[in-house]
T-cell receptor, first 114, second 108 residues
Framework: GAGVSQSPRYKVAKRGQDVALRCDPI?????LFWYQQALGQGPEFLTY????????KSGLPSDRFFAERPEGSVSTLKIQRTQQEDSAVYLC????????????FGPGTRLTVT | AQRVTQPEKLLSVFKGAPVELKCNYS??????LFWYVQYSRQRLQLLLRHISRESIKGFTADLNKGETSFHLKKPFAQEEDSAMYYC??????????FGTGTRLTVIP
């Protein structure tokens, strides 16, 4: 079956531009997570949705980062006024339930801010 | 605050040799730990979790609360084991806290 998909796979943005990254979780998965992975580092948690509710956004690094999942399926991570330090791979993961601890990861979106 | 430490960024072993990837953690609650693996040009995927106490692809990991460790072991490394391995801790907030990863290379 289809796994988690993310688009675009690669994005180059000029500093100051806004970007939107999309995540399509596995159908029926309740929980959705966004992670940021800088070069040479492990993934770092950004935010978590249970259905359409954003239950935890403690990992968002600044108010330039915003995530939504309005219908409880597709999610969008938006970064406003991108900075060079935003360059990273952004990973989306979904899991079947709120206490199902196996998270299924997407391929990631590599964002490069020039 | 939680912490996951993987002291080796790079680890090389010969095919057929034993391999151990180290992971130490710090967490005030009851820990739930995982190993995730990323093969070349593939996405991050779950390898094993401590609560299931299973062996996957010949790998095992035992949670040692006294030493706060969750080392990943395999008695005989195979070339297809070459990958990036991440140790991760499930936080009370239901998200994963990852270590920085160890790149394992199995030399033929």
């Amino acid at each position: 079956g289809a796994g988690v998909s993310q688009s675009p796979r690669y994005k180059v943005a000029k500093r100051g531009q806004d970007v939107a990254l999309r995540c399509d979780p596995i159908s029926g998965h309740v929980s959705l997570f966004w992670y940021q992975q800088a070069l040479g580092q492990g993934p770092e948690f950004l935010t978590y949705f249970q259905n359409e509710a954003q239950l935890d956004k403690s990992g968002l690094p600044s108010d330039r980062f915003f995530a939504e999942r309005p219908e409880g399926s597709v999610s969008t991570l938006k970064i406003q006024r991108t900075q060079q330090e935003d360059s990273a791979v952004y990973l989306c993961a979904s899991s079947f339930s709120d206490r199902s601890h196996e998270q299924y990861f997407g391929p990631g979106t590599r964002l490069t801010v020039t | 605050a939680q912490r996951v430490t993987q002291p080796e960024k790079l680890l090389s072993v010969f095919k057929g040799a034993p391999v151990e990837l180290k992971c130490n953690y710090s967490y005030s609650g009851s820990p739930e730990l995982f190993w995730y693996v990323q093969y070349s040009r593939q996405r991050l995927q779950l390898l094993l979790r401590h609560i299931s106490r299973e062996s996957i692809k010949g790998f095992t990991a035992d949670l040692n609360k006294g030493e706060t460790s969750f080392h990943l072991k395999k008695p005989f490394a195979q070339e297809e084991d070459s990958a990036m391995y991440y140790c991760a801790l499930l936080t009370g907030a239901n998200n994963l806290f990852f270590g920085t990863g160890t790149r394992l290379t199995v030399i033929p």
